[in-house]
């Protein structure tokens, strides 16, 4: 919904290292032009899967991040999830100018700190940066950020035991 909310004026999205596409393909059966790129044929095989049981689909386009050869402000919207944190500082930099010329509106979100290392921090080469270093990354492009918002994903007792019990005051 979030994503949404800034797509109401464009029709075309640009979902970049989708994975199984699930966020591609629910936009796409909202109503949106939706391309969404990745490097992994296995995994847009995974979503092109997946797509099969729903009307609409996205277009699957397999494509490294880093080549993205679209014209200045071809979608309305380019989003990740779960992507940016696997690039160095200079790579993340250039990931997000790429992606600020080919969009009019540019979201990413990114994991947190906030788990322990334990069975509850997903598993990758995730860099677990403050939000102060990604404020920071950011002014480093022609861009200017219109909101931070994080989400909790736990919920009722858990939630509780997260507060309380383990001392996390502050989600992610």
């Not at 080919?102 to 939000?131: K, M, Q, V």
């Not at 950011?138 to 009722?156: A, C, D, L």
């Amino acid at each position: 919904n979030k994503i949404i909310s800034y797509c109401k004026p464009y029709k075309n999205i640009l979902e970049t290292g989708c994975g199984t596409g699930v966020l591609s393909i629910y936009l796409a059966n909202k109503g949106f032009d939706v391309t969404a790129v990745d490097n992994d044929q296995e995994m847009l095989n995974i979503a092109k899967g997946i797509s099969m049981k729903f009307y609409k689909k996205p277009h699957f386009i397999k494509k490294d991040i880093k080549n993205l050869d679209y014209s200045r402000n071809h979608f309305g919207v380019v989003f990740s999830h779960g992507v940016l944190e696997h690039f160095s500082d200079s790579e993340i930099v250039y990931l997000l100018k790429k992606q600020l010329k080919i969009s009019h509106t540019l979201i990413f979100s990114i994991p947190t700190n906030y788990l322990d290392e334990s069975e509850d921090r997903y598993y990758g080469n995730e860099r677990f940066l403050s939000i102060k270093k990604w404020k920071s990354l950011i002014s480093k492009t022609p861009s200017r950020i219109v909101e931070v918002f994080g989400f909790h994903y736990i919920m009722g007792w858990k939630k509780y035991w997260d507060t309380i019990v383990r001392m996390k005051m502050f989600g992610p």
